[in-house]
């Protein structure tokens, strides 16, 4: 057994040599197929047939290579059948589900919306924004608004649909749009803004699908238009030199350019400091308020224009500049929009005459009291090389509250139609001619009016100003080129401070405030009677502000509980006895054209023997202060005379 098995390794390996010898000699196409076998998978070497077994050695046992390629490229073809079958299937479910989605969603691109308006536009002008909205997808819409937010400045006319109005915003309400369904929306108005502003416009379109009741879409679309062009324009005549003190007359016209009416158009001062307004000089535009420092311009038409007048004085050193700014524009609501800016400078010029007025002794502003007299003069002095011929000095009075009944004068004379106090050289020769350096002074006197001839009614009730303007003029005075002559001029302005109306007194009080009085009268020792204090308070012409009532009882006198008040607060120390009464503001004119604010205070004595056949003093201090609104002065005043119980009843005030 074991001697065959190694004769057949034996034959295997010449088997194995015999292979190796012949290899060489095999041809190429059956090396090839070789190659090709092992590629397609086949490893097994062909086998020869043992001579041993009587076998007759045969051919190489190749397999059939067409057949295998077939089979292998059958196998591919199928996968990729199945493979291409799939992706259709796949490829084609998904097309179904987006179309089945497009027909039952919407999408934004689905959702029309556009706005169209101008890209440049002259302010005031009527402008129109168009908007176009659709519905794209294959689904209805349901609850749909058009929201237009429109720029600041913009002064809605009308529009071909109906809409709401929500502050700046419009709302158009729709209860539908179909699938395919469109529509346009024009909004026509009124649109204000500054120079090379961007006016933006946005409107938002918002849905509810209807196989969608839950959900809420929107769009937005937004449209700016610049502003280029404004439809006011303001011209100036002022001139660009004035001496210190001198008054200078300005002019300045606003016109309105556009084709349209413009309303709530303005015009503002903005003054620096050194220029002095005279609003309350005669040539002085009405209307102009000194809270903004400006007019309110009336409504203006197509190419209106309206003309202003503005009376000013500049101080300071020759060769310095003042500043005066001016804006023009149009106020909407609660915005105003600036139209135009503007800005003129002032050069102090240098003066051959110096003039000044002093009040009271006082040079700068002054205050003063109903009923005064002032004390006024006029300083003059040339301070140029040449004389001055014929010379003529005035004082002018603009205001209603002096007296010019009291107007004494040393020399000179007052003239009724012009308000105007005249010296010349027919009553004061020096003013024939002034020589240089030369100074000289006018002295006069007036008193102002007492309160009762002070208006209570109509508009000029409070805040009284007296203005006087002293002027000197002559011949030989220099005349800019193509100006009239120079008048050199001094400006004054006297203010009318408030007095307060304070009156106090004791009172056996019927009743009808509701502090009835008990006790005997007159007072007897040992039993208490009890009085009414009444202080009476008003402000003869201007508002005052912080008001303040002290008044102290005296010992013996108490105070019961009961009071009334017109208003404010009351306060009580007790210790002390110091009644306290404050307000935070009295009206002008209460007390005259106004009810007094009143404090009603009862109190209680109860005399002792000390006090028999004697009266008995209620109050031993009154004092009122405040602060005058219009002046911005301290208005003090107090009593020297305190009610008692003999001013309370008449015959029934002494102790018994």
Not at 361 to 386: H, I
Not at 490 to 496: G, Q, W
């Amino acid at each position: 057994m074991v001697e065959e098995e190694g004769k057949e390794k034996e034959e295997d390996n010449l088997n194995v040599i015999r292979r190796r010898l012949y290899a060489r000699e095999e041809p190429e196409d059956l090396q090839q197929r070789g190659v090709e076998l092992r590629s397609l998978g086949v490893t097994r070497r062909p086998t020869v047939a043992r001579p041993e077994s009587g076998k007759i050695l045969a051919a190489l046992n190749f397999k059939n290579l067409a057949l295998l390629r077939a089979k292998r490229w059958g196998r591919v073809f199928r996968f990729s059948g199945l493979l291409t079958l799939g992706l259709v299937v796949v490829v084609t479910a998904v097309a179904l589900t987006v179309w089945y989605r497009s027909t039952r969603t919407v999408t934004e691109n689905q959702v029309v919306l556009n706005i169209e308006a101008p890209g440049e536009f002259t302010a005031g002008e009527e402008i129109i924004y168009r908007v176009s909205y659709g519905n794209d997808s294959r689904v209805d819409w349901e609850n749909v608004e058009l929201v237009l937010s429109m720029p600041r400045g913009f002064t809605f006319k009308g529009s071909n649909r109906e809409v709401e109005q929500l502050d700046k915003q419009l709302v158009i309400r729709l209860d539908k749009l179909v699938s395919g369904e469109t529509g346009e929306l024009d909004v026509r108005g009124q649109l204000i803004g500054e120079q090379n502003e961007t006016a933006t416009a946005r409107v938002e379109l918002v849905l509810t699908p209807e196989n969608f009741p839950g959900g809420r879409f929107t769009k937005t679309a937004a449209l700016a238009t610049a502003i280029t062009a404004l439809p006011l324009d303001v011209s100036l005549n002022i001139p660009d030199d004035a001496a210190s003190g001198e008054r200078v007359l300005a002019s300045m016209t606003v016109r309105n350019l556009s084709n349209h009416v413009l309303e709530g158009a303005y015009l503002r001062l903005k003054l620096a400091p050194g220029v002095q307004l005279a609003d309350q000089d005669s040539d002085f535009s009405p209307g102009f308020s000194t809270v903004d420092s400006g007019w309110q311009l009336p409504t203006l038409v197509s190419l209106a224009e309206e003309e202003l007048v503005m009376i000013f004085y500049v101080e300071g050193q020759p060769g310095e500049k003042r500043v005066i700014d001016i804006e023009a524009g149009i106020r909407q609501g609660e915005e105003d929009f600036t139209q135009r800016a503007l800005t003129h400078v002032v050069i102090v010029s240098a003066s051959e005459v110096v003039v000044d007025q002093v009040y009271n002794g006082s040079s700068g502003p002054l205050t003063v009291r109903a009923g005064e007299q002032v004390t006024g003069e006029v300083r003059y002095r040339n301070v140029g090389t040449v004389g001055l011929r014929d010379v003529i000095i005035e004082v002018r009075f603009e205001g209603s509250s002096f007296d010019p009944g009291t107007i004494v004068l040393g020399a000179g004379s007052y003239d009724p139609v012009r308000h105007t106090i005249v010296w010349s050289a027919a009553t004061v020769p020096e003013l024939g001619v002034l020589q240089p350096q030369q100074e000289g002074v006018l002295s006069y006197s007036f008193a102002i009016l007492p309160t009762d001839r002070f208006p209570k009614t109509g508009e000029a009730t409070k805040n009284h100003v007296l203005v006087t303007t002293a002027t000197v003029d002559s011949p030989d005075l220099p005349a800019p080129v193509g100006q009239p002559r120079k008048v050199i001029s001094d400006r004054a302005v006297l203010s009318v401070r408030t007095d307060f109306i304070l009156e106090a007194a004791a009172i056996y009080d019927d009743g009808r405030l509701g502090l009835t009085s008990l006790g005997p009268l007159p007072p007897r020792v040992g039993e208490t009677t009890t009085y009414t204090l009444r202080w009476r308070i008003g402000s003869t012409l201007n508002d005052v502000a912080d008001v303040r009532l002290i008044a102290v009882l005296p010992d013996g006198v108490t105070y019961t509980g009961q009071l009334y008040k017109t208003g404010g607060d009351f306060a009580l120390n007790e210790r002390t006895g110091e009644v306290a009464w404050t307000l935070p503001f009295l009206e002008g004119l209460t007390g005259r054209a106004l009810p007094y604010q009143e404090l009603h205070v009862q109190v209680a004595i109860t005399p002792g023997e000390d006090k028999r056949g004697n009266s008995v003093s209620l109050l031993n201090k009154v004092d009122l202060s405040g602060a005058d609104q219009f002046t911005e002065e301290a208005v003090e005043v107090g009593l020297s005379e305190f009610p008692s119980t003999a001013t309370a009843v008449g015959g029934k005030g002494e102790v018994q």
